[in-house]
């Protein structure tokens, strides 16, 4: 039996441009390469305060968004809907399902996000909504 330990003092993370301009960058650490994962792809995302990423509906990619810490932002579908996980949620979205993740709250938001197949596929980019309120 083979496994894989990916030790979070050893991930690298790299910055990532802000999806909305004027917003803070956020940043990803692969989780792919330091796990070895053959099957599935994944990271772990850090978003401070305010930040959002691209709304976008994979081709291929069934994704599983993990809260590790903080309050995530989710819209899902077209039209969007707004959810709000907390700390130990989890988000589920199949494969051509419009999505977006933001940190709408006060603190940073820390997110494991996992996709199977491994294989990108593709994906439609949306245009950026504004909730109300």
């Known amino acids: 039996m083979a496994?894989?330990?990916?030790?979070?003092t050893k991930l690298e993370w790299e910055?990532?441009?802000?999806?909305v301009e004027g917003q803070a960058p956020r940043a990803a650490a692969d989780v792919t390469t330091a796990a070895a994962l053959?099957?599935?792809?994944?990271?772990?995302?850090?978003?401070?305060?305010g930040p959002r990423g691209r709304r976008h509906a994979d081709h291929a990619q069934e994704e599983v968004f993990v809260v590790l810490s903080g309050a995530l932002?989710?819209?899902?579908?077209?039209?969007?809907?707004?959810?709000?996980?907390?700390?130990?949620?989890?988000v589920a979205v199949?494969?051509?399902?419009?999505?977006?993740?933001r940190n709408e709250g006060d603190e940073e938001l820390v997110l494991f996000i996992y996709g199977a197949p491994p294989e990108q596929a593709g994906a439609d980019f949306?245009?950026?909504?504004?909730l109300p309120g």
């Open 73 to 90: 932002t989710m819209l899902l579908g077209d039209p969007p809907e707004r959810v709000d996980v907390g700390t130990r949620g989890v």
């Open 15 to 19: 910055e990532r441009a802000p999806a």
């Open 94 to 101: 199949e494969p051509m399902t419009a999505l977006q993740v």
């Open 126 to 130: 949306l245009d950026d909504v504004e």
């Open 38 to 49: 053959t099957q599935s792809r994944a990271r772990i995302w850090r978003y401070p305060p």
């Open 3 to 8: 496994y894989h330990v990916a030790d979070p």
